[in-house]
């Protein structure tokens, strides 16, 4: 069983910054691709960015040049660093983990972009 724990969510003013954290622990025995989706109310779950296992990264075209998604291997640990943010970047973010076996969501953490 795999857990994942995001953190770092929360209010902020357009043009701020957050940083969210996504620790996996449990059993994990190899990691793919690790990713962090939003669904903003009335909306479909989306991917925002995922890292992949050779480093590789994508974005969704509204967030590439403000988002950054990085990886500590060594804590199976995810971060996405999220600057500029406007009030359409608002919603729940979870974060995913696929695995050579199966795919892992976190609880999520909510966003709110307003004045």
């Known amino acids: 069983q795999v857990q994942l724990v995001e953190s770092g969510g929360g209010l902020v003013q357009p043009g701020g910054s957050l940083r969210l954290s996504c620790a996996a622990s449990?059993?994990?025995?190899?990691?793919?691709?690790m990713g962090w989706y939003r669904q903003a109310p009335g909306k479909q779950r989306e991917l925002v960015a995922a890292?992949?296992?050779?480093?590789?990264?994508n974005y969704e075209d509204s967030v590439k040049g403000r988002f950054t998604i990085s990886r500590d291997s060594a804590r199976n640990t995810a971060y996405l660093q999220m600057n500029s943010l406007k009030p359409e970047d608002t919603g729940v973010y979870y974060c995913?983990?696929?695995?050579?076996?199966?795919?892992?969501w976190g609880q999520g953490t909510q966003v709110t972009v307003s004045s």
């Open positions: 890292i992949h296992s050779g480093g590789s990264t």
């Open positions: 995913h983990l696929l695995s050579a076996f199966s795919g892992y």
């Open positions: 449990g059993s994990i025995f190899s990691i793919n691709r």
